[in-house]
């Protein structure tokens, strides 16, 4: 069973609308969540972190944890064609290392 | 702020030869750094964790006497790549951890090791 699910995509949409995208984590006590925007052929950038249940906003982005259903979220309001990327879910593992259990990534394409 | 650099961005090298990847921290300090190693259209595989001034911890699969890691400094870690095959190749990633409690990572440029 893989640590952290995500669709693999491509997911489609127009330019403007929200982009949706999931992620799912198997171990409960994980408490760190990231999310990375990866271009082809570039290194992961960070967008942002949640720590907390419910809902965090920074810029067009809106992170959502919901610990309770193993769950992870991330919004992109008006989606514009540089958007188009993999976004990677991460979890932070428990230990002593703190390693990030990364997702296999969604391929997001937004449409002109 | 926090900034991580690594050095070269692309390498090229004949089968057999060693090849050493440097990645720095440039405006924190980096308790923590990690490498990865990404082959195309994949995720990103965790290949060790180096503690500043301690041995790397390697994930299970990596073979450590291949992939020699050294975190000499606060600022710099060191991958070296020996008796490089053409399966090597591949796009080799650092991060770095500051301090502080902070869990964020920042990722470096990557490194891309073509061996022939």
Known sequence: QKEVEQNSGPLSVPEGAIASLNCTYSDRGSQSFFWYRQYSGKSPELIMFIYSNGDKEDGRFTAQLNKASQYVSLLIRDSQPSDSATYLCAAQARGATNKLIFGTGTLLAVQP | ?116
């Not at chain 2, 980096?30 to 595989?45: C, D, E, G, N, V």
Request: some cysteine; aromatic content about 10%.
């Open chain 2, 1 to 116: 702020g926090a900034v991580v650099s690594q050095h070269p961005s692309w390498v090229i090298c004949k089968s057999g030869t060693s090849v050493k990847i440097e990645c720095r921290s440039l405006d924190f300090q980096a308790t923590t750094m990690f490498w990865y190693r990404q082959f195309p259209k994949q995720s990103l595989m965790l290949m060790a964790t180096s503690n500043e001034g301690s041995k790397a911890t390697y994930e299970q699969g990596v073979e450590k006497d291949k992939f020699l890691i050294n975190h000499a400094s606060l600022t710099l870690s060191t991958l070296t790549v020996t008796s490089a095959h053409p399966e090597d190749s591949s796009f080799y990633i650092c991060s770095a951890r500051g301090q502080g409690g902070t869990d964020t990572q920042y990722f470096g440029p990557g490194t891309r090791l073509t061996v022939l």
